[in-house]
C-alpha cells in the first residue's frame, strides 16, 4: 500500500514537471505584461534564467536542511516539483520581484535551520545576515516578516555538543544562551541597515519602488479597517482630516481602494507631516473598528482564510467568487498559450489535495510502524527512552516543520492586517511554496528500501 501510494505521489509529480517544462519552452521568450514588471538593461530571457537557477539553488539548498538531503534523487525530484507549481514558475518567468523575494526567503529559511543544527558562526551570520538584507531589500515586507521568522528560529537554537552536532535543547537558559544573543543582534543590526537602504532607495527612486515599499501603519490602518467607510462614516472625523479630504472626495476614495495610498495619505503628510498623518490615520482606523466592529472583524476573518488557505482559494476565484488579482495574474500568464495554461493551472489546482492525502496517508503508516516497533520492544522488555509519539531521535523534522508552520501563519495575518486590498497570490509565494512542499513531506516517511 505505501509503495503504491509513493509511486503515485511519484507520477502527480512528474506529470506537473513534464506541464511546466512545456510551458516554459512554449513561453520563454514571451513576455508577461504586468503594469508592476520592473525595468532592466539586461533581455528578459536573461532574467527568466537568472531567476529560476536562484530559484533552484536556494530550493535545493533549502530541501537538503529539511530532510532531503540524504536522498538526492528524491531531493531533485522535488526540487523539480517546486519549480514547476505553475503560479510559482510564473514569477520566474516575469519580470517582478516576487521570485528573487522567494528566492532570498528559502535561502534565508535554509539557513537558520543550519544554524539551528550545527550552531551560530561567525560565516554563518554573515551569511544570514546577507540573505536577510537581500530579503528586506527586494521585498521590503521582508524586514518585518524575515525578523519575525528569525526571532522566531532563535528560540530553538542552543550550544554545540562534543561531536560538533547541535543539541536540541529549545527550553531558555540551556547551553546555547550565548549563541542566541549573539544571533538575536546580527538580527536587530540587519534590519536597521535594512531599513536604512529601504529609505535611501525610496528617496532616490520614488517611482520605481512606489508598489515595494513597506506599508506605513497610518495607510495600513486606514486600508484595513476605514475603506471603503470613507463616506458613511466622514462627519465622524476630526477636523484635521475633514480640511484634507472633502465629502466628494471620500465618495471617490470609497470606490478605489489604491487611492488611498496615492492621494489620501500623502495629502495628510504634506499637510500634517508623517507623525501626525499617521497618528491621524490610527485613530481613523480605530474609530472605525469600534463603530463597525461586527462587519469590520468578519472582513478581516475571510480575508485571512483566504490568505490561510491560498491554493483553495485560488481554485474559488477562477469560479467567479471573491475579489481578488486571480483572473488578472491568470489572463498575463495564459496570453500566448491559452489551452495549455488552462490545463497547468487546473492541474496544479487538482493535485494538491490528492498529494496532501498521499502524504497523510504515509505519515499515518510510518507513525503506526513506531507504535508496533514500541510495542514489540516493550513485550520484549528491551529498555526504550522514547514513547509511541517519537518521530526522529534527532529531532531534526519537527522543529523545521514547526518553522516552516509559523512562517505560514507569519505570511496570513501579515498580508491579512496589512491592507484590504483584493488578494493577490504574488505577495503570498512562500505560502504556496509552503503548501506544495507539505503536500510531498509524506515522502520523507519513506524508508530506503520502501
Not at 547551553?175 to 535611501?200: D, M, Y
Not at 495619505?265 to 490615520?281: I, Q, R, S
Request: net charge positive.
Amino acid at each position: 500500500m505505501k509503495r503504491t501510494i509513493t509511486w503515485l505521489l511519484y507520477i502527480f509529480m512528474s506529470v506537473q514537471i513534464v506541464l511546466g517544462c512545456a510551458w516554459f519552452v512554449n513561453n520563454f521568450s514571451h513576455r508577461q505584461q504586468f503594469t508592476e514588471s520592473f525595468a532592466s538593461f539586461l533581455p528578459a530571457e536573461v532574467i527568466f534564467l537568472i531567476q529560476l537557477f536562484a530559484a533552484g539553488f536556494s530550493t535545493w539548498y533549502m530541501l537538503g536542511k529539511m530532510g532531503f538531503g540524504e536522498r538526492k534523487g528524491l531531493r531533485g525530484l522535488v526540487c523539480g516539483f517546486l519549480l514547476t507549481v505553475p503560479f510559482l514558475l510564473q514569477m520566474h518567468m516575469a519580470e517582478l520581484v516576487w521570485s528573487f523575494s522567494l528566492s532570498a526567503f528559502l535561502w534565508m529559511f535554509g539557513l537558520l535551520t543550519e544554524i539551528i543544527f550545527q550552531g551560530f558562526t561567525k560565516k554563518r551570520g554573515c551569511l544570514l545576515a546577507a540573505t536577510y538584507v537581500l530579503y528586506g531589500i527586494i521585498c521590503p515586507d521582508g524586514v518585518w516578516l524575515g525578523g519575525a521568522l528569525l526571532l522566531i528560529g532563535s528560540f530553538f537554537i542552543s550550544g554545540k555538543s562534543a561531536d560538533g552536532e547541535a543539541e536540541q535543547k529549545i527550553a531558555v537558559g540551556t547551553g546555547g544562551a550565548g549563541a542566541r544573543v549573539r544571533f538575536r543582534l546580527t538580527v536587530f543590526l540587519t534590519a536597521g541597515v535594512v531599513l536604512l537602504a529601504n529609505a535611501s532607495l525610496n528617496r532616490a527612486f520614488p517611482d520605481a519602488r512606489q508598489i515595494y515599499r513597506e506599508n506605513n501603519p497610518g495607510t495600513a490602518a486606514v486600508s484595513r479597517f476605514v475603506w471603503p467607510n470613507f463616506a458613511t462614516n466622514y462627519f465622524f472625523w476630526d477636523e484635521e482630516v475633514k480640511a484634507v479630504l472633502s465629502e466628494d472626495d471620500a465618495v471617490r476614495l470609497c470606490q478605489r481602494i489604491d487611492l488611498l495610498e496615492k492621494e489620501f495619505y500623502p495629502a495628510m503628510e504634506e499637510t500634517y507631516g508623517t507623525v501626525k498623518a499617521t497618528k491621524l490615520c490610527l485613530k481613523m482606523g480605530y474609530r472605525c473598528l469600534m463603530d463597525r466592529s461586527r462587519e469590520t472583524v468578519a472582513e478581516i476573518g475571510r480575508d485571512f482564510a483566504d490568505y490561510l488557505l491560498i491554493p483553495f482559494t485560488i481554485e474559488k476565484n477562477l469560479q467567479g467568487r471573491g475579489v481578488s488579482l486571480t483572473a488578472w495574474n491568470y489572463g498575463r500568464m495564459k496570453a500566448h498559450t491559452p489551452r495549455l495554461v488552462k490545463y497547468y493551472y487546473r492541474y496544479g489546482l487538482f493535485e494538491l489535495p490528492v498529494l496532501l492525502l498521499g502524504s497523510i496517508l504515509l505519515w499515518w503508516f510510518h507513525r503506526n510502524r513506531q507504535i508496533s516497533q514500541w510495542m514489540r520492544q516493550r513485550a520484549a522488555g528491551e529498555e526504550t527512552k522514547e514513547g509511541p509519539g517519537v518521530k526522529r531521535k534527532d529531532g531534526r523534522i519537527p522543529v523545521q516543520w514547526k518553522l516552516l508552520f509559523f512562517a505560514w501563519l507569519l505570511f496570513t495575518f501579515w498580508y491579512t492586517m496589512r491592507s484590504n486590498l483584493p488578494i493577490d497570490y504574488k505577495l503570498v509565494l512562500p505560502e504556496l511554496f509552503i503548501w506544495y512542499l507539505a503536500s510531498v513531506g509524506g515522502l520523507l516517511c519513506q524508508n530506503t528500501e520502501d
